[in-house]
Structure formats: structure tokens, C-alpha cells
């Protein structure tokens, strides 16, 4: 079955409600003062199977001016446009105004219907015809159909259904295959059941029994919750499709707690925003946008205030476009790609509206080329395009944060990332894959890296290799041919890892152990370096368990002591003196005679005291006490008690 979502669109008392309650048989108005009063105030809904697999569910929308926000949550997610003029009234101010929306929204498919059919004659209504083809005269209705009906007497409502399943099979599907959202446009409770909310399934499937994370905008912390039940257009449902009106029966929360505006998505996928970068039109009938203004901002369902940051200029002109940051009052969850409307912030009138291109950026400064360079690309790129750029942007993206933004599930982010890493346009980090690089920033971070561990070298030359942990901690390489940023950034571990291992595996550098160095390269001393190296070893040996501090040591040396300590570490990584405790060092000789000495008291008893120790080696507790401890370490010693046990 193929769902398509219709809606009416049109100035008030012109037929739509009773256009809708003609074709399906269901009265859209629900409201008790919506029949008392004969008008749309709030969204109806209603569905009719046309045959073939092709469902249409329709919303009703309200025409009444004062009810445009309204229309407004309704608007936002169908698939094409019933655009309602009475026959004997033609167009009229929220016409327009319902037109424009629609417009803005990127409606791509519909048709006029003109309403009220049996109260013109032909001449009329020829009339109505004409002037509706140069009212929509190069807009998406251009060329439309444009159907005579009457709701009373049910002239022209085959020929209206057989158009609408025409464009219902040439409408574009949405997609099922990624994460689900639904706007909620209402919230209720039925006896017997509970929280109840509808909407329109904007993309993805939701199944009975599964999770769902509540966005609202009242409320900046995420609430999960279950799916109890499912109907879809009043029947019951074990899933709901992208593009299906939708019931859904929720535990775990109170419909006073879910607004209008509020959004159902899968859970641990998305996250809310304050900030929008996007592509905003203005109306030719809208006064000059300044910059820093206030308007009152509408998407999918929600509705909240926003401040307009302009990044070109600073207005935007009536019938022009311009990229802007939004930057809202509340929370949301918008994604790229979802369509908005603008409305001036008093009088509250349509004035504009656009598309989201970033939903995660940072604030921007006004001017910023870099800006603008990005959107633009952002723009005009395909999704595997849109990838890279968020990747290239920062030089590096943790696979979720990229699914956030761009309203994948993770697995869906790495493999499109995989097709792009044969382009030369993506590298991978991690084991399971984590990170996506960008390779200016994967060349960047490769050259730090590899200059690093040379000036190193340079500093250090009596030191083999850098710490790995010292070498990453030295870099903060920029992002290569990404925006401008304010400072350096160091790379993630994963990138660093994995930099690191390329230059590894290109032979450019040499691991030993927690250590890099250039490959090939090794420790050279000078004569009178190797000669103090050979005092010391020579001093710490001729000690055996009674050695003197270090500092004595590298006191009566002939270089100076930054140059000794460096080879007294030397001595140290080549296991010549052995590193006890802080502070004290004892040659590997002086270690070995004391193993031995260990092995021969084993034979007599393997119990040992510190007494004893002292007895056997000739040292005083000072030695006596850190000695043992490294043995215990060393798994040659365990202690029991006051005592060791000899293992």
C-alpha cells in the first residue's frame, strides 16, 4: 500500500472541509465549536483508499487567518496540495497566503480545486479558471489540473479522485529505511488506554512494543517511552510507514506532557538544537529582513520564536534569498533538509521561509566567508557530498554525532562513509569503526606527528625515542582546508592511533614499546658521554646493595647534568641499573647476587622477615624495606603478614 499525505489549502469558507467529508465521508471538524461555528479551527483528518494500492489520508487545514499557525502544523507534512478556491468568491487573501506557505514548504505536487461548482454558471466560471492559471503561472501548480466541484451535488469528484491517485503514484515515497520521527500535532487521552498522539510519520518505521525518545520543546532533557499500540488511519497496526497519519499509544508518560510541536524518534540517535545554519527566502511582499530580527518560526509541528543572524549583508531584500543562522528560543529536533516557515514577529504575518542545511553549528560571526563557502557546498552536494563536508569541516566526526546531524542510523553513516574512503575522500579509525578522518586532516596530523618526533630527536639526542602520550600531547594540528577556526585542535586518539600506525607501517618511524623514534635511528654518544655512562654504571656497581643517591653520582661527572640524567636514563631503559623505588637505582649485578641469594635461602625456608633479609644481604632497613617491595613486584617475593614468602 502506497500512503500519500493530501492537504487542503485554502482562504476560509471555501469548501474545504466539505470537499473533504464529499470525497471520503468523514467530517473533518472534530471540534464541537468547529460545527457550531461552521468553520476549521484546528487540523482535521480523514482517509480514502482509491484503489490500486494508493491510500490518501488528508488534513484539513483552517483558512481563518487567525488559525494560519495551525494550518501551519498541518502543512508541513504532506506529499501534495489541494489548493481550495471558491468558484464564486476566486482568490482571496489567505489564498495567497496558504499558496505562498506551501511554496515555501517545497510542495512539489498538486492541483486547484474550485469549489462550490453548482453556484456559477460557465461564463463564471471560466472566468475563475483563467485567473487561477496566471495566479499560479510559475509555481509548482503551473500547468496543474484545475477541477470544477460541488461538494452537494458530487459533480466532479470522479474526476478529482482519478487526478489525486495520479499524483498520489507519481509522488515521490518517503524514506522507510531510516530513523523514524513523528511530529506531533495532538496529544490526548482515551479511557481505558491512555496517552494517545498523532501525526505523520515524517521517515522511518515504528513497530508495536519498541522505544521512542520524546523531543519537546517545553522541556530541554529527552524522555523515553513505550509504544503501546498503533493504528494507522483508525485501523490497528503491529508498524507504522514514513508517510502514514499515525496513532500511537504510549506508556510511560501523560499526554499533558506531550505539546504540539513535541517529536517521536528512534531512540539514542538524535539530539536537540538551538541553533540553525539555512537557506531563507523572503516574500516579494514582505518588508526587508534586518539582521538580528525576531519572527516567530514554524517547522513540522513546532512553533517557537527565533533570532535571525545574517552571514551576507545586513538585510535581506523582499523576493531574495540569503543563508542565515537561526537561533531559537527552545530546543528541537530539526535535520537537514526539513523545510520552515518564517512569520514577522507583530503583526504576525508570512513573510518567509527555507530550508535546514546544518543542525549542529557552531554560532558564526556575520561576514564569514568560510561560512558561506561551507553552505553553499552544503548545499549543492548529494548525501555522500554532505558526509564529507561535516567530516572535512572539523577534520574528524565520531560516527553517532554524524548520524545526529544528518538523521542516519550509525551503520548507514559507516557505509556510506566506506564508499567514499575508495574515492580518496574518507578514512575510517577504530576497531569497530568509530571516527570517519577527513585526509587533509589524516596529512596534517601524519606531518605533525612525524615533525614532532624530529624536533624531538633534536632536542633529545641522548634520549631514544618520545613517549607516546608526551608526542600526542605536543600536537594541535589545524584542520587543513577546513573553516577557519580560533584555535588549534589536537587530534582524538583514534586519529592519532591510527596516523601514528601509517607512519609505523610506512617504516618512517619505529615502536619500541610505550616509546616512538625515527626509524633506524639510535642513541650515539659523544667520548665524554660515554665515558660518564661508564662512571656511572661503574659507581652503582661497585656499590652492590649500598648505593649512593643518584644526584652524588652524576655530581662528580664531567658533563653538565641535564646531559647526565639523560644518561642515566639510557642506563636505566637499557636495564644496566635497575629503577627500585624513586629515587633509588642499583646496578643489575647487585639484583642478580640478591635473586641468588633469595634461591639459596629458599632451600632452607622459604618464609623470610625483614630481620632476615637485613641478616643475609648486609643492608639497612632503608635498602631492606624498597628492596622487598620490588621483589614482591617482580612476583620473586609475596607478602604474608610482617613476613615474605619466598616463590
Known sequence: MKDVIAGTAGHIDHGKSALVLALTGTDPDRLAEEKRRGITIDLGFAHLDLGDGVRVGFVDVPGHERFVRNMLAGASGIDLVMLVI????????????????????????????????????DDVLE??????????????????????????????????????????????????????????????????FGTVVTGTLAAGRIAKESEAELFSPE???????????????????????????????????????????????????????????????????????????????????AEMLAEIVLLEGREIKPGTRARAQLRLSAPGLFLPGDRFIIRQFSPVTTIGGGAVLDNRPRKHRAGDA?????????????????????????????????????????????????????????????????????????????????????????????????????????????????????????PSLLLFSAALQALISQGKLAADGDSVRLAGREVRLSEQESAAKESISRAFEQAGLTVPPAAEVLGKLQVDRARAEKILQILVREKTLVKVSEGLLFHCAAIDRLRSLLAERKKRSNRLDVAAFKEITGVTRKYAIPLLEYFDRQRVTRRDGDARIIL
Not at 499500540?229 to 510507514?241: F, K, L, S
Open 86 to 121: 471558491a468558484a464564486d468568491e476566486s482568490i482571496k487573501p489567505q489564498t495567497r497566503e496558504h499558496f505562498e506557505i506551501c511554496r515555501l514548504l517545497g510542495v512539489k505536487h498538486g492541483l486547484v480545486v474550485l469549489t462550490k461548482r453548482d453556484l456559477v454558471d
Open 127 to 192: 472566468t475563475g479558471r483563467l485567473e487561477v492559471r496566471d495566479f499560479v503561472s510559475g509555481s509548482f501548480l503551473e500547468g496543474a489540473p484545475v477541477i470544477a466541484v460541488s461538494a452537494r451535488t458530487g459533480q466532479g469528484l470522479d474526476e478529482l479522485r482519478a487526478e489525486l491517485k495520479r499524483l498520489s503514484q507519481a509522488a515521490e515515497p518517503r524514506a522507510a529505511d531510516l530513523p523514524f520521527r513523528l511530529p506531533v500535532d495532538r496529544s490526548f487521552v482515551i479511557h481505558g
Open 219 to 301: 522541556d530541554s532533557v529527552t524522555r523515553r517511552v513505550r509504544v503501546r499500540g498503533i493504528q494507522v488511519h483508525n485501523e490497528p497496526a503491529e508498524q507504522a510507514m514514513a508517510g502514514q497519519r499515525t496513532a500511537l499509544n504510549l506508556t510511560g508518560i501523560d499526554a499533558d506532557d506531550i505539546p504540539r510541536g513535541a517529536v517521536l524518534a528512534s531512540p539514542g540517535i538524535f539530539a536537540a538544537t538551538h541553533r540553525l545554519d539555512c537557506s531563507l527566502a523572503l516574500l516579494h511582499s514582505a518588508r526587508p529582513l534586518k539582521n538580528r530580527a525576531r519572527v516567530h518560526f514554524h517547522a513540522g509541528t
Open 370 to 490: 568560510s561560512v558561506t563557502a561551507f553552505l553553499e557546498k552544503l548545499e549543492q552536494s548529494d548525501p555522500g557530498g554532505r558526509l564529507a563536508l561535516f567530516v572535512r569541516e572539523e577534520g574528524e566526526r565520531a560516527i553517532p554525532e554524524l548520524a545526529a546531524r544528518l538523521g542516519w542510523f550509525p551503520d548507514q553513516v559507516l557505509r556510506r562513509a566506506q564508499s567514499l574512503v575508495s574515492d580518496a575522500r574518507m578514512i575510517i579509525a577504530g576497531q569497530p569503526p568509530a571516527q570517519l578522518i577527513s585526509p587533509e586532516r589524516f596529512a596534517a596530523v601524519t606531518a605533525n606527528i612525524l615533525a614532532a618526533v624530529e624536533a624531538f630527536h633534536a632536542a633529545n639526542p641522548l634520549m631514544r625515542g618520545i613517549a607516546r602520550e608526551d608526542l600526542r600531547g605536543r600536537l594541535a594540528a589545524p584542520v587543513k582546508g577546513a573553516r577557519a577556526r580560533d584555535t588549534a585542535t589536537a
